[in-house]
């Protein structure tokens, strides 16, 4: 499924006029990313905890805060630069809510943001998810491209791989609002367990909300193998979890190029 907004620089406009600095303040983690109903994953090791990441560098160059609006209510998330530079890869229910339906907008992309600065402000022209999120309401559907209005001045995108990443070395990052308010880039370091549900976890990660959308990454490399999409609800367990990209990720990035 894809929807494309209005393309125009008047809405460009718009969205940038809309993201005062008392609305960026104000806006939250989006709660639906809390799950109770966890399937059981492999226990292979536990995360670092989450330190700056730097942004000047790739990978985390590539990365950036999405702030975002749904209802009556203006939410943060991450999201990163992906295969090309007018494409940004994020958390489906960062597009739209699984239970309702509903379609999220004003999507205003910062890159490299830190505490209220970007290196760039970019903003969505089409979103594209699988239908399943919805339709299923299940994590492994928990991913959703964006072709942005503009084209980033990052000239080297993270890239992906649907490899089985299954106990390998991992770093994620994201904005989590549990750390420096969300308004600082972090990063952790660990390896992930399949669940068996179409998911994987890294164990021991600290990061909450806020964090959803921001990549995972093969260590020490620009390759997208997973995504922040899931934690827990209880502030005394630490996890977060991600869909395999597999071959339906990659159907979807291919049926995107075709919007390009």
Request: proline residues 4%; contains cysteine; charged residues 25%.
């Amino acid at each position: 499924m894809s929807y494309t907004y209005d393309a125009d620089e008047l809405n460009r406009k718009r969205i940038l006029d809309y993201w005062t600095p008392e609305r960026r303040a104000s806006a939250i983690p989006d709660e639906s990313w809390q799950t109770e109903a966890r399937p059981g994953a492999e226990d292979v090791t536990s995360a670092t905890d989450p330190q700056p990441a730097d942004t000047s560098e790739m990978p985390f160059a590539a990365g950036g805060k999405l702030f975002f609006s749904r209802g009556n209510k203006n939410y943060v998330a991450s999201a990163e630069i992906i295969c090309r530079p007018n494409l940004v890869l994020t958390a489906a229910h960062c597009v739209q809510d699984k239970d309702s339906g509903a379609l999220c907008e004003n999507f205003l992309f910062e890159r490299c943001y830190c505490e209220g600065s970007s290196a760039e402000s970019l903003t969505f022209r089409t979103v594209a998810l699988k239908t399943y999120w919805h339709g299923q309401k299940q994590w492994k559907w928990d991913y959703a491209f964006a072709i942005l209005n503009e084209t980033s001045s990052l000239t080297s995108p993270l890239t992906y791989s649907t490899e089985d990443v299954n106990g390998r070395e991992l770093t994620a990052f994201g904005y989590p609002a549990n750390y420096y308010d969300g308004k600082k880039m972090v990063r952790i370091d660990g390896s992930s367990g399949i669940t068996g549900s179409g998911t994987r976890e890294i164990r021991g990660d600290k990061m909450r909300g806020g964090s959803s959308g921001g990549a995972w990454l093969l260590r020490d490399s620009s390759t997208v193998v997973g995504l922040n999409s899931y934690g827990p609800v209880s502030e005394t367990e630490a996890y977060v979890g991600s869909p395999v990209l597999d071959a339906e990720f990659d159907s979807l990035y291919q049926y995107v190029t075709t919007l390009l």
